[in-house]
C-alpha cells in the first residue's frame, strides 16, 4: 500500500462511512485485485479491446435489494485503473433498489473498466446481499422494540465491510472481535466452573469491558442476573423461556439487557422479538446472506 493508493481513494463519496481506514480497504482490494492478476495483464480484455478504446458503463441490480458497498467498488475501478477510471456513485448504501436503477457509472479505458469489472462486483454483491438479508429481518421484527444483531460469523478480512454492511440494512453491530468486549460461552462457563465464577473472572480482568454471558436454562440466566449482569445471552431458548427471562431482567435492580440465539429464522424472528428480548443474535447475516445480482453493462454510443 502506498500513499498514491491513498491520493486514488480520496474524496469517494460515503468512504468515510465504511468504518475501514483507507490503508485497510486499499489492502484488500489489492490482494482481491491480485487473486485475478497475479502480476500479470487480463488477456482477454488486452487481446480483444483496442488500447485506445474509452467507454461508459453502469452497474445495475437485477433484483430488488437494498445497496452496500458503492464506495468499496468505486475503489476497485480507482486502484486497478490506476486512477485511470472514474466512478462515480448515482446512488447511496442503505437505499433500496431494483431492477434497472443505477448505483454507479463508470468510465474510463475499455480494458480497465473490465479487468476491475468482476473484483468490484463480488464485493458489491456481497455486501449488497448482507444488507438486503439485514433488511428482511429488521422488517420481520418491525413493531417489537427488538433490534437484529450480528455476529463474529464473518468472511476472514471483510469483516469491517460486512458489519458495515449489516448497519446499511438497519442491523446494529455485536462486538467487533475479541478485543473489545467479552462474550462468556458454554465452554468459557464449562472452563470457570460456572456462570458466576466465568463472569466475576472477567470483571477481575477488565472491571469496564462490555461483558455478555450465554446462558441456557433459566436457573442461569438468574445466575448471571444476581451475578450482576448486564448482557444475558439466551442461547436456544423457546419462547416461553424467553418471556420467563425478560420478567427476571425487569425485575432485576439493575438494567439487564437480553439477546436471543439460536434456531432463529425469519418465519419465526417476529414470535422471538415480541417476548420482550432486546436482541437477536443472526449470524445468517453474514455467513449465508445470497448475493444480491448486480451486473456491470457498457453503454454502447460511448
Not at 463474529?152 to 473489545?180: F, I, S
Request: glycine share 10%; charged share 20%.
Amino acid at each position: 500500500m502506498s500513499g498514491h493508493d491513498l491520493d486514488l481513494l480520496a474524496g469517494i463519496p460515503g468512504i468515510d462511512q465504511l468504518g475501514m481506514p483507507p490503508a485497510g480497504l486499499a489492502r484488500l482490494v489489492r490482494a482481491a485485485l491480485d487473486e485475478d492478476l497475479a502480476g500479470g495483464v487480463d488477456v482477454t480484455s488486452a487481446a480483444t479491446i483496442p488500447s485506445g478504446q474509452y467507454g461508459v458503463a453502469v452497474a445495475a441490480p437485477r433484483a430488488t435489494g437494498v445497496v452496500a458497498g458503492i464506495p468499496v467498488a468505486a475503489a476497485v475501478f480507482r486502484l486497478a485503473s490506476d486512477g485511470r477510471v472514474d466512478a462515480q456513485p448515482a446512488m447511496h448504501d442503505g437505499q433500496r433498489v431494483a431492477d434497472g436503477d443505477v448505483l454507479l457509472q463508470v468510465r474510463g479505458p475499455v480494458r480497465d473498466v473490465l479487468t476491475a469489472e468482476r473484483t468490484a462486483l463480488n464485493l458489491l454483491c456481497h455486501l449488497s446481499g448482507v444488507a438486503t438479508l439485514t433488511r428482511r429481518w429488521v422488517e420481520a421484527v418491525a413493531g417489537t422494540g427488538a433490534a437484529i444483531r450480528d455476529t463474529r460469523k464473518t468472511m476472514p478480512g471483510l469483516r469491517v465491510l460486512e458489519k458495515y454492511a449489516v448497519r446499511c440494512g438497519g442491523g446494529v453491530n455485536h462486538r467487533m472481535g475479541l478485543w473489545d468486549a467479552a462474550l462468556v460461552k458454554d465452554n468459557h462457563v464449562a472452563a470457570a466452573g460456572g456462570v458466576r465464577a466465568a463472569f466475576e473472572a472477567v470483571r477481575q480482568v477488565d472491571p469496564d469491558i462490555e461483558l455478555e454471558i450465554e446462558v441456557d436454562t433459566l436457573a442461569q440466566a438468574r445466575e448471571a442476573i444476581d451475578a450482576g449482569a448486564q448482557l444475558v445471552l439466551l442461547d436456544n431458548m423457546a419462547p416461553a423461556q424467553m418471556v420467563e427471562a425478560v420478567g427476571m431482567a425487569r425485575s432485576a435492580p439493575h438494567r439487564v439487557l437480553l439477546e436471543a440465539s439460536g434456531g432463529l429464522r425469519l418465519e419465526n424472528a417476529h414470535e422471538v422479538a415480541a417476548t420482550g428480548v432486546d436482541y437477536l443474535a443472526v449470524g445468517a447475516l453474514t455467513h449465508s446472506a445470497p448475493v444480491l445480482d448486480i451486473g456491470l453493462d457498457l453503454r454502447a454510443g460511448h
